[in-house]
């Protein structure tokens, strides 16, 4: 990574107000996320149903990410990013009433979780084409280093939602998340980046013939053929799938295998994922403050990918204790492969090309979580739950070798850029 010119500061105005808002969202969104969770659980009392609930929060980011993606590369980021905060905070308002006047039904709920996907998925999108646009010229891996400890940091109300959910219910939760949704919208209307991206985009489509709808699937379909022709964002795409894949798995599987096996096992359950966390802020922190050098981040990258793959399928198989020091050690590994992997792909892809590509990579993503989601939730009825996630964390491992190890030249270009 190159020098950081000294009149060339990271906070900015801009960078500061994105910043802030997004730490006032996560915190009201982690908070409300786990306590939904534990609702849902309580209700249900079973992991295939915990398993569907979780799908139909992923199942539109299948579709909703290449959409907007198209779209977001033509028209404000910005203005997409506070409109979709506004509107989760009104339906969380709006779902925060009803269950406090006791109302609750899963296919509703379920109804209300894939709403939210949809909005969700957008937003991302909107958010991860944006939030590089903010960042001044040699600051990429400080910026994300600090976007990765401050989604640390919202996880650490995990336990004050567990708290509060059994002393007041889920309804106030919903309530105060609205307020940090409203409050982190109002914040990112003060935002004052130049889009230009804009303005070349509509240079380049000046004088077609092609309808609005016939512009969209043409964008849709230059953002995959974009991602096929460069050979190492594709093979980091397709690794990811893979890994998105042990994620899912994960999450339908870790959290009902501890309450299952554990007195309290809700709060076992943040112990081992609350030490990944720890891993994750006190690594953030030092990215924050040292620079990878820029040779070494390919072999970094890789041999973390491995890591956290044996790692993860280890937690069910030894004591909780020994589980969070490896949950420890893969959170210092995650923070770091987000960093190397984030930071290069946003500066490596065009300005104008960022939400096409964001789309079709969170795509893929979910792809892979969705086929866990769902198939390991079916798959612990004939199998205990911890083989399941041992397989598919096994899955990931191989990936990382083959697709990533495979194509090393390409990848390497990417992460071992100076930026």
């Known amino acids: 990574m190159g020098k950081r010119a000294k009149g060339n500061p990271l906070w900015t105005r801009d960078f500061t107000i994105i910043t802030v808002g997004s730490i006032v969202s996560m915190f009201g969104n982690s908070m409300t996320g786990f306590a939904m969770s534990l609702m849902v659980l309580d209700y249900t009392g079973s992991t295939m149903l915990y398993a569907i609930y979780l799908s139909m929060y992923t199942i539109p980011q299948l579709l909703a990410p290449i959409v907007s993606g198209a779209i977001l590369d033509r028209f404000s980021r910005k203005k997409m990013i506070y409109s979709l905060d506004f509107a989760m905070a009104g339906l969380y308002l709006f779902v925060a009433l ?39 010229e040699g600051n990429y891996s400080k910026a994300y280093s600090i976007a990765s400890v401050l989604e640390t940091f919202a996880t650490f109300m995990v336990p004050v939602a567990t708290f509060f959910y059994g002393k007041i219910g889920i309804a106030p939760l919903l309530m105060i998340n609205a307020v940090c949704f409203f409050a982190a919208a109002v914040l990112e209307t003060r935002i004052g980046a130049k889009e230009e991206y804009i303005d070349r985009q509509k240079r380049a489509i000046a004088g077609e013939s092609a309808s609005k709808i016939s512009r969209v699937l043409m964008d849709i ?21 893979f890994s998105s894949m042990a994620g899912g798995a994960a999450s339908v599987i870790c959290l009902p295998y501890y309450r299952d096996h554990y007195i309290y096992g809700e709060y076992v359950y943040m112990g081992v994922f609350g030490m990944s966390f720890v891993g994750r802020g006190v690594t953030g922190l030092f990215h924050y403050m040292f620079k990878i050098p820029e040779k070494y981040k390919f072999r970094i990258a890789i041999a973390v990918y491995v890591i956290i793959g044996l790692f993860e399928g280890m937690y069910l198989f030894v004591p909780f204790q020994f589980a969070m020091f490896l949950a420890f050690i893969v959170g210092v590994g995650g923070v770091t492969s987000y960093t190397i992997r984030i930071s290069s792909t946003q500066s490596y892809v065009p300005d104008e090309k960022k939400g096409r590509f964001n789309g079709a990579f969170q795509v893929l993503s979910t792809t892979g979580t969705l086929i866990a989601e769902l198939a390991a939730g079916a798959m612990t009825v004939a199998m205990s739950g911890r083989a399941v996630l041992f397989l598919f964390e096994m899955l990931s491992v191989i990936a990382a070798v083959v697709v990533i190890g495979g194509n090393k030249r390409f990848v390497e270009k990417i992460y071992n850029r100076n930026m």
Not at 103 to 108: M, S, V
């Open 98 to 136: 009803m269950l406090k006047s006791g109302w609750f039904n899963f296919a509703a709920f379920a109804l209300f979780t894939f709403i939210v996907g949809c909005v969700n998925s957008t937003y991302m999108v909107a958010y991860d084409s944006f939030y590089p646009l903010l960042i001044t």
């Open 221 to 241: 379909r230059e953002g995959f053929e974009y991602l096929l022709s460069e050979r190492g964002l594709l093979a980091i795409a397709v690794y990811f799938l």
